[in-house]
């Protein structure tokens, strides 16, 4: 049987990440390395992962990467045409959640989790704007394995792209504005070597 991870968080300042017409802040070790990587091992082991696939132009194509859905049973979400019924929560996807709602002063019901195998895998530019969600939605992105390049493009204005690294243990809150005002991805990186498996941690409105 698993025991529980020595997880601790210090509420400490992050870092605000400079964007118009949004409130982002960043924290770049938000778990310590150690801590990461057995949460990641956890994670890659423990979870019930899946390759879904999208209709495009009549077209089913697979998405590049693998996902799973977790939370509470009455916490159903839908993207993109594609309906996710919560997994019950694990022991450690619990342990992370508490210590996220810590950070963000923010109570989350479910989590998706992206588990990109190697740079070939990626996440098309989107905004989680879903009416689940709410408005205004606040959601918590927590990186772990290999740092990948995150971007952001403004929906609205003509205003520079955002480009900047998810470290390994790293926690980025996305809060009112980011949603609703800019797109984002994780593009390919052709040749990159390497795992991460990212969690974003939501509130479902049902």
Known sequence: MQTSLPLN?????????????AAVFYYPHFIDAAESKLCFNRLRDETS?????LNFGGKTVLIPRLQ?????KDAAYAYSGLALSPNPWTPILLELKILVEKAADTHFNSVLLNYYR?????VAWHSDDEKELGVNPVIASLSL???????LRHRKRDVPKS????EN???????PGIQENWHHQVPKQPGLIGE???LTFRKIYS
Do not use: C, H
Request: glycine share 10%; proline share 2%; net charge neutral.
């Open 169 to 175: 243990g790293s926690l980025l809150l996305m809060g």
């Open 118 to 122: 190697d740079g070939k895998d990626s």
């Open 68 to 72: 799973a859905w977790y939370g509470d």
């Open 9 to 21: 968080f210090e509420k400490r300042a992050p870092q605000k990440i400079a964007l118009n017409d």
């Open 163 to 166: 480009v900047f690294e998810l």
């Open 49 to 53: 992962w899946r390759q879904d696939s």
């Open 145 to 151: 394995g290999i740092t990948r390049r995150f971007e």
């Open 196 to 198: 991460r498996i990212n």
